[in-house]
């Protein structure tokens, strides 16, 4: 029973296109995260979210907007998607804001052409 | 401007023998520390974790030190096992305004020999 669920797992796309990833946690969590893998295989924090509610934006271009319908659900949506997002995107949470343990999704390799 | 820092990126160890794998951080304000592992095309796993306000956790085969003086720390991972082999990611949280953000290193892709 997968406790963090992404999909897809695979996203090929256009330069140009808009694109959406949902993530889905199934452990009961208040906070949820979106992180970027670069090529350099960097796991950097773009977004968290606690009950719904934005706490961390870390300057990502606003072509990238998150969504949070409830607190089991953090999608991501691109618009215009350029040949730098190629990256895989990993979801992931925690109970709430003050437990640091988190516990991450398998991951959306997002491929940009 | 990297404030975790895995110098390491790939160590090799035989089976049986002790795995120490290397972190550094810059910023005196982590108070938490985590370990993570990460199989091929799957997402990171938490393996072990370990406060500022102490030096060492022990789970099993894993153990982390820290060093906070030096702002390092290690993972032993004693004994290795082929299993093992991964990618091991460090990553450190520290509280106030940076609540649930974890900053990672670069990672360190242990292989284990049978």
């Known amino acids: 029973d997968t406790a963090v669920s992404q999909t897809p797992k695979y996203l090929v796309t256009q330069m140009g296109n808009d694109k959406s990833i949902k993530c889905e946690q199934n452990?009961?969590?208040?906070?949820m995260y979106w992180y970027k893998q670069d090529s350099k295989k960097f796991l950097k924090i773009m977004f968290s979210?606690?009950?719904?509610?934005?706490?961390i934006n870390e300057t990502v271009p606003n072509r990238f907007s998150p969504k949070s319908p409830d607190k089991a659900h953090l999608n991501l949506h691109i618009n215009s998607l350029e040949l730098g997002d190629s990256a895989v995107y990993f979801c992931?949470?925690?109970?709430?804001?003050?437990?640091?343990?988190?516990?991450f999704g398998p991951g959306t390799r997002l491929t940009v052409l | 401007d990297q404030q975790v820092k895995q110098n390491s990126p790939s160590l090799s160890v035989q089976e049986g023998r002790i795995s120490i794998l290397n972190c550094d951080y810059t910023?005196?304000?982590?108070?938490?520390f985590l370990w993570y592992k990460k199989y091929p095309a799957e997402g990171p796993t938490f393996l072990i974790s370990?406060?500022?306000?102490?030096d060492k956790n022990e789970d099993g085969r894993f153990t982390v030190f820290l060093n906070k003086s030096a702002k390092h720390l290690s993972l032993h991972i004693v004994p290795s096992q082929p299993g093992d082999s991964a990618v091991y990611f460090c990553?450190?949280?520290?509280?106030?305004?940076?609540?649930?953000?974890?900053?990672f290193g670069q990672g360190t892709i242990l292989t284990v020999h049978p």
């Open positions: 370990i406060s500022s306000i102490k």
């Open positions: 990553a450190a949280s520290g509280g106030g305004t940076s609540y649930g953000k974890l900053t």
């Open positions: 979210y606690n009950n719904k509610e934005l706490i």
């Open positions: 910023n005196s304000m982590f108070d938490y």
């Open positions: 992931a949470s925690s109970q709430d804001l003050s437990t640091d343990t988190q516990y």
């Open positions: 452990l009961g969590h208040d906070t």
